[in-house]
């Protein structure tokens, strides 16, 4: 199957990678930049281009890996290059639907994962959700992923959609906490490091126990004193206050709300 990639980002150069080990024919990459175009079209060997109106009209798949305000804008022109091929977007909160109207063959291939170029995927771990407009495509798709994961789903849009916002709440925001948690030991002179022991753990017990079962600390039990204390501390940042008085309510309501017994 002749594949080309049309975006060069994380996903794309990830997604790229794990292909053609896995003996996929990643024929052409596709970015709007050339420097990112050429730097994923040199790491996996194939021609690259920076104009939708030279993508190749012989790839069988084209998986589309750009961002979300880019993607409609994208479409039309991408299809015309190969009207009879299977398109399929990998984000998360785009619905299948993006390409009615425009292609034959569409469907979505959704990696439900945190990328960065700079670090490496283990795609065993990867869960895949995948999703196509016919049953034959669909089976195409399965096939492909599973493939790279043995960890592969059918979703909807709609179950992507949560899908999505909850790894926001379980990755983006998580790691945020950390760039707060980074900031307030660097005032202080005290390396990041020292919390990754707690990090590790903090999620190594959410394997074994449900987050609500594995949640400890000030707000879980509403210690007043210690709460107030630490607003005091963080009165001279007013926004760090506000997330921090909020989140601990959050907590403490959601514990007694999963605790209560019906």
């Known amino acids: ?140 798709l399965k096939e492909l992923a599973s493939t790279l994961s043995p960890k592969v789903y059918e979703a909807t849009s709609e179950q992507r959609r949560y899908l999505h916002i909850a790894a926001v709440f379980a990755c983006n925001f998580t790691n945020h906490m950390y760039a707060v948690c980074a900031h307030l030991l660097s005032a202080q002179h005290l390396p990041f490091e020292a919390m990754l022991p707690l990090i590790d753990e903090t999620a190594r017990k959410v394997h074994h126990l449900s987050p609500v079962e594995a949640q400890t600390g000030p707000a879980c039990r509403y210690d007043v004193n210690v709460i107030e204390r630490h607003l005091e501390m963080l009165a001279s940042e007013p926004e760090l206050a506000a997330m921090y008085e909020q989140i601990s309510k959050n907590i403490h309501n959601y514990t007694i709300s999963k605790n209560q017994k019906p």
């Not at 990459?29 to 994923?40: H, K, N, W």
């Not at 015309?80 to 977007?89: E, M």
């Open 1 to 140: 199957m002749k594949i080309a990639l049309i975006g060069a980002g994380n996903v794309a150069t990830h997604l790229g990678k794990v292909l053609k080990e896995k003996g996929y024919e990643v024929c052409q990459v596709y970015s709007r930049t050339e420097q990112s175009a050429a730097a994923l079209g040199t790491l996996l060997d194939c021609a690259y281009t920076t104009s939708l109106e030279d993508v190749t009209a012989e790839a069988e798949l084209y998986i589309v890996s750009v961002k979300d305000a880019v993607l409609q804008d994208l479409i039309p022109v991408l299809v015309k290059r190969n009207p009879q091929a299977l398109f399929v977007h990998t984000a998360g909160s785009m619905p299948q639907s993006v390409w009615e109207g425009h292609a034959v063959r569409y469907g979505v291939l959704y990696p439900m994962q945190t990328f960065s170029k700079q670090r490496p995927v283990d795609f065993a771990e990867v869960p895949f959700f995948v999703e196509a407009c016919v049953a034959d495509d669909l089976h195409l």
